[in-house]
């Protein structure tokens, strides 16, 4: 089902401060920064060879990465998981018994994505990917 890790996310304060730590001080390449309006956040990816990591800066202090942060703190996110057929994959989860955020996909950053409730992995929220086609 899952084909590999995509990338890590990674919920800060502010993407300029993470983007100081990780790619000016650790080296880390910045590939892409953009506003996510419809998910009241900021989102920058970074390439750690084998992966990504993502960073999630709320822009929007209702949305449920502001709660994250305001109840947690910075820190890991997610895991995401790429799937060839995010459709396919969620019905096979969902036959498992798998407590589901998303029981359809929507649309993230790069393609069709779904959340597993972290109660359902130990903790750990899982996010599959079905990425779109013009993203490698």
Known sequence: ?????????????????????????????????????????????????????EFLAP???????????ASRGEGTHHICFAVDDIAAALAQLKEEGVRLIDETPRQGVHGLVAFV??????????ELLQKAPHHP
């Not at 590999?4 to 990780?22: Q, R, Y």
């Not at 001080?25 to 309006?37: D, I, N, Q, S």
């Not at 202090?61 to 994250?68: D, H, V």
């Open 59 to 69: 822009t929007d202090p209702t949305s449920g990465t502001a709660r994250f942060l």
């Open 117 to 126: 409730h972290p109660k359902a992995a130990n903790g750990v929220m899982i």
């Open 1 to 53: 089902m899952f084909t590999k890790i995509d990338h890590i996310g990674v919920v800060v304060n502010s993407i300029d401060e993470a983007l100081a730590t990780w790619r000016d001080t650790l080296g880390f390449a910045l590939l892409e920064r953009k506003a996510v309006p419809e998910h009241g956040v900021e989102v920058a990816f970074l390439d750690a060879s084998n992966g990504t990591i």
